[in-house]
């Protein structure tokens, strides 16, 4: 390896917004992440659902009404004017 060109590898602390702190090592003294493994749902087990707007209602009443058989019907297009009566004026 070339002399001189290499990051400065030392002690580091990683803090989440939890509260969490991890001591390693790294090129960056200090980082901030949002979340870590003692908050992430994977590692917890915990699922948070975080619903925008209604979305997650919204999906459940559609898939209520494709089980029930009355999806509603899609929107009647409307027709293009025909090129023979416009020939005709």
Known sequence: MKD???PQYKEATISCV??????TRSTKPVIHVDI????????TGKQKLI???????????RSALKKQGKAKPAAAKPEAPK???DNKA
């Open 4 to 6: 001189k060109i290499h």
């Open 18 to 23: 939890c509260g969490e702190t991890i001591h």
């Open 36 to 43: 870590c493994s003692k908050c992430h749902p994977f590692f």
């Open 51 to 61: 619903d925008s707007a209604g979305r997650v209602e919204k999906f459940a009443k």
């Open 83 to 85: 090129a023979e009566e």
